[in-house]
Nanobody, 123 residues
């Protein structure tokens, strides 16, 4: 199985910054794409929206709403993904979920989710 350790969420004022991190561990053969999704208050799980993705080769993809403000990066040796969030806005308030597309030693490639970390942007 795979375990995720997510950290870095919290309460921040508009215009502030936070850095999220997510470390995957377990019987992992290879991690392909890692990323972050978010679920805004009142939204269902099916309405989680993509924030940013990064491939093992460093290719990134961002939601239009966060381009220029958020930066995703990863440490392949540590199976860890980071999300630097700057110029935060109240509409960024959500639970942020780590996601990884990976292959375990004893299972085919699949998508796995962390438990989420709360980010609240409010004055």
């Amino acid at each position: 199985q795979v375990q995720f350790v997510e950290s870095g969420g919290g309460l921040v004022q508009p215009g502030g910054s936070l850095r999220l991190s997510c470390a995957a561990s377990g019987s992992i053969f290879s991690v392909y794409v890692m990323g972050w999704y978010r679920q805004a208050p009142g939204k269902e799980r099916e309405e989680r929206e993509l924030v940013a993705l990064i491939s093992s080769g460093g290719v990134t993809n961002y939601a239009d709403s966060v381009k220029g403000r958020f930066t995703i990066s990863r440490d392949n040796a540590k199976n860890t993904v980071y999300l630097q969030m700057n110029s935060l806005k109240p509409e960024d308030t959500a639970v942020y979920y780590c996601n990884a597309r990976l292959r375990l030693l004893s299972a085919p490639t699949n998508n796995y989710w962390g438990r989420g970390t709360q980010v609240t942007v409010s004055s």
